[in-house]
């Protein structure tokens, strides 16, 4: 009989990390990294309201990269002689920004701040980018608590926020959905 999934270990209040140490599950770092497995959920919801092969191709690697950032927030730099799980690096940040060199080519350029929204796949970006930078302000804190994390993680995910913006304004082009610019009261 497999094992089941509820262990009851957490009951107290508290979560185990990679490493074994355990700490509560309304620490900084459990914040950090929760909002990293919500953000993967939104791509996951983007990815299912349908998408070019392309677009689709692209979240597929963001959420490879996603789960790498879970596990390297969950595991503690004193716990990775441990375990073989790879870090976030700049090849990762790289990879963010050569996709949203492309997908801006095929873009028009901004005029006016745009409301989030158009097709269901393009709304569900923008909604991720927003989730994005809540992970990002998490992160921003366990590096204040927690220096060795170092900044990778950070920036990742300021990057990812601005290639979930562009890919949102692509999706929604390729559904043939206009974007609708912010006019201020008066403008």
């Known amino acids: 009989m497999a094992d089941k999934i509820y262990t009851k270990t957490g009951d107290d209040g508290t979560t185990g990390l990679f490493g ?4 509560a599950k309304d620490s900084v770092r459990i914040e950090s990294y929760g909002t990293v497995d919500e953000l993967n959920s939104l791509v996951g919801v983007a990815r299912a309201a349908g998408l070019t092969p392309e677009h689709d191709g692209l979240l597929a690697t963001v959420q490879e990269h996603l789960f790498i950032l879970g596990a390297d927030l969950a595991t503690p730099q ?8 790879p870090r976030v690096t700049v090849a990762e940040i790289e990879c963010l920004e050569r996709a949203i060199d492309a997908l801006e080519a095929g873009l028009p350029p901004l005029k006016n701040f745009i409301l989030p929204g158009g097709s269901p ?5 923008h909604l991720a980018r927003t989730v994005c930078r809540r992970g990002e302000r998490s992160v921003v804190m366990l590096i204040h608590e927690e220096p060795e994390v170092g900044v990778m993680p950070m920036q990742y995910l300021n990057r990812l926020s601005d290639f979930l913006f562009v890919l949102a304004r692509a999706v929604n082009q390729a559904a043939d959905v206009q974007e609708h610019p912010w006019m201020p009261r008066g403008a």
């Not at 004193?78 to 799980?85: D, E, F, R, V």
């Not at 796949?121 to 970006?125: E, F, N």
């Open 121 to 125: 796949a393009g709304a569900a970006l």
């Open 78 to 85: 004193g716990a990775m002689k441990n375990y073989s799980l």
């Open 20 to 23: 074994g140490r355990r700490v």
